[in-house]
């Protein structure tokens, strides 16, 4: 991923909320890669994954122009949530920009009330795990 001058601020530093979009972004890419793509999952099965809770740690910043690695594996399953484990490194390096641990909950795409990951999905996450 490369950040553009739309990500940072005024010192050219990626301003702090941008991480949590290029997160997002990793973990629908990695859905993706697993063949879930997430407008299908609400077409086909009526779900719909959506961030319920969030811890980042900020350590250094990226600036404009810096191609970076984001990561997203899935460190934790329950019955209808996943923790994914996020890291933001400039590509090449392995000291971490940003850390983050993300808790997603899967909910039913018309109530929004918390619903079972299909079997299916469930198991090819804790698969590639």
């Known amino acids: 991923m490369r950040v553009y001058y739309e990500d940072t601020d005024c010192g050219g530093v990626v301003y702090y909320a941008n991480y949590l979009r290029f997160m997002e972004r990793a973990r629908t890419e990695y859905l993706r890669a697993l063949g879930f793509d997430q407008g299908q999952l609400r077409r086909d099965l009526g779900i719909l994954f959506t961030v319920h809770s969030l811890q980042v740690d900020f350590r250094s910043p990226a600036r404009f122009n810096d191609a970076l690695e984001v990561t997203a594996a899935v460190s934790a399953a329950g ?37 079972p990951i299909p079997e299916t999905i469930r198991s090819e996450l804790l698969d590639a795990h």
């Open 79 to 115: 019955r209808a949530s996943l923790s994914f484990d996020q890291t933001i490194c400039r590509s090449g390096e392995t000291r971490a920009l940003c850390r983050g641990t993300v808790r997603i909950a899967c909910v039913d795409a018309t109530t929004f009330k918390p619903t």
